[in-house]
C-alpha cells in the first residue's frame, strides 16, 4: 500500500504507512471542522509545528493515550516534559536536524517564518515546517504555518512527492504565495491547509486548485476534512 494522507481539518494531518500512523498537528478538540476526535485517532508518531493552540492542540492527551513519541523543536519538547503536561518520550530537536524514528518515518525539521506561544503563555521557540520520508521512499514537504520564503526553493531540491502548504492568508501564505511556493518546490502533488476553519481564514480552495492546474505544472490535490489522499511518487 502507498503511502497515504488524511486531512482532519486546519492543519491536522494522519499519514499512513506500512501500516503505522504519523499524527502531525494535532488540533481537533474545539476544531470545528475536525474530523476526528483526541479519543479515537490513532498515533505512531507526533509532530507539533509550533506553540498555537491551533496545533499543538490535544498532542498531550494523544501522546498519553497512544504512547506515541512527540517531536517538536527544543522549547516546546522542554515544555512537554514538565509536570504540567508529563510526557517523556519527547523529541525537541532543533531546525535542520532530522532523526529516523524506526519503521515510521525520517523527520527533519525545516525553518518556518511564524509566532510561536504556548498555550500558557511560555515562549514556544522558533516555528518549523517538516520534512517528512516515509519507508517506501515518499518525502512530504508540510509548510505549517509560514510565510513564503526563497529557500522552498532548496527544500524543493529533495525532490518533494507531495508539498503541504498553507493559503488561509491572515495568519500565514495567502493563495497569491502559496502559488509561488509551489512554482518553488515544484512538487508531483500539493495540498492546501489552514483554510475555512475561520473566518479570517476563509478562501475558495477549489479557485486555488483550479490556479495551480493552469499555472503550475504541480496536481492540486481536493479535500474535504475526513478524505483520504494516495501520495503518488515522483519518477525515478
Known sequence: MSTRVRWLGHSCLL????GRHVLVDPFLTGNPKAADSADTVPADLILISHGHGDHIGDAVA????????????YEIGEWLKEPGQGLTDVHGMQHGGGRLFEGIARVKLTVAFHGSVLPDGTYGGNPCGFLITFPDGTKVYDAADTALFSDMRLIGEEGIDLAILPIGDYYTMGPDDALRAVTMIAPKSVLPIHFNTFDAIAQDGKAWA???????????????????????????
Not at 64 to 69: D, N, Y
Not at 210 to 236: C, K, M, N, S
Open 210 to 236: 483550479d490556479r495551480v492546474r493552469r499555472e503550475t505544472q504541480a496536481e492540486p490535490v481536493e479535500l474535504e476534512p475526513g478524505q483520504w489522499f494516495d501520495i503518488p511518487r515522483r519518477p525515478g
Open 15 to 18: 499519514f499512513e504507512s506500512d
Open 62 to 73: 494523544i501522546a498519553k493515550r497512544t504512547g506515541a513519541p512527540v517531536v517538536a523543536n
